[in-house]
């Protein structure tokens, strides 16, 4: 996948939002469950606000948070990510989006995963519904609905990764596993723990642990290039830092501070219902 520079930076809230809504599995092959134990849990906190970086340029803000909540009468981790452009590339066309996860605990395994971009006035939905069980993903794009067979063992989105790695993130040189759905399947990743390096943080000079997930293909997040997170060493394990090195260039997401409103600019009636399904049937999504 490539983009011109211009487009880009232009759509900068497009661009960390293609990259994660982009891994997103459609076709999933078996993997075994190792790896994906609850004995450190999931991570709760926020909302955290981050600026986001392309080249050095700030071209787009987001939010993150975490928290534990029903979801259709079970108990679920659920992460949401809002984010929006920048004033200056706002003069040039607006955009705003979400996207959220959520987790079942027991398993960790993602249980759905939906984005909700608008882009250039354009409103473009995804959705996809994992039933383990049944061995079905339901997936929903822009109104059209396919039903997928799964049978892929636990697996998590790009967002739930990234929160539960940090829970199993431990000393420098220590490496562990994890699942995730990409857009090639349900794969393997190996993620090693770095040693500290010190950084100058919204709240002063800190000592940040490095995580680089890996993967055999070294593609992540649908992109080839290197991906590594920056987490406080500490109990709360505060993501600060987000680094894609793509090929089209450097992309960060750098921690500001707690998060007083969402990136998401539009209003509920902006956002609106998504379309009504027009197809459904059987089989791999085109």
């Given amino acids: ?22 891994a997103f599995v459609f076709r999933a092959a078996p993997q075994t469950p190792d790896g994906m134990g609850t004995a450190n849990g999931f991570l709760l906190d926020g909302p955290f606000a981050y600026s986001v970086e392309y080249l050095g340029v700030t071209c787009g803000h987001m ?15 659920h992460v949401v990510m809002t984010a929006r452009n920048s004033k200056f590339f706002n003069k040039i066309y607006r955009a705003d989006g979400r996207i959220e996860s959520w987790v079942d605990p027991e398993t ?19 959705r996809y519904d994992i039933d383990r069980e049944k061995g ?26 990234v929160y539960r790695g940090r829970t199993l993130a431990n000393k420098a040189g220590e490496r562990f596993s994890l699942n995730l759905m990409t857009d090639k399947g349900v794969i393997r990743t190996e993620s090693l723990v770095g040693e500290l390096k010190k950084f100058r943080t919204y709240d002063g000079k800190r000592e940040l642990q490095r995580v680089q997930p890996m993967t055999e293909d070294g593609e992540m997040f649908s992109e080839k290039g290197e991906f590594v997170y920056w987490i406080d060493p500490g109990p709360a394990r505060t993501l600060y830092h987000l680094d894609f090195k793509l090929g089209f260039g450097r992309l960060r997401a750098k ?5 007083s409103e969402l990136a998401d600019r539009r209003t ?19």
């Fill in 136 to 161: 079905v993903i339901r997936a929903e794009k822009h109104g059209e609905v396919t039903m997928i067979p799964y049978d892929g063992g636990p697996a998590l989105d790009p967002l739930a990764f």
């Fill in 63 to 77: 939010t993150l948070e975490s928290r534990l909540e029903d979801y259709r009468g079970r108990p679920a981790y």
């Fill in 268 to 286: 509920e009636a902006e956002r609106g219902d998504p379309e009504p399904a027009q197809k459904l049937e059987i089989g791999n999504e085109e």
């Fill in 255 to 259: 921690l500001k501070g707690p998060a």
């Fill in 1 to 22: 996948m490539t983009r011109p520079v211009q487009s880009t930076l232009v759509g900068s809230l497009t661009v960390l939002a293609t990259i994660l809504v982009g």
């Fill in 108 to 126: 960790m395994t993602t249980i759905a995963y939906e984005s909700d971009i608008t882009d250039k006035g354009e409103r473009k939905f995804r």
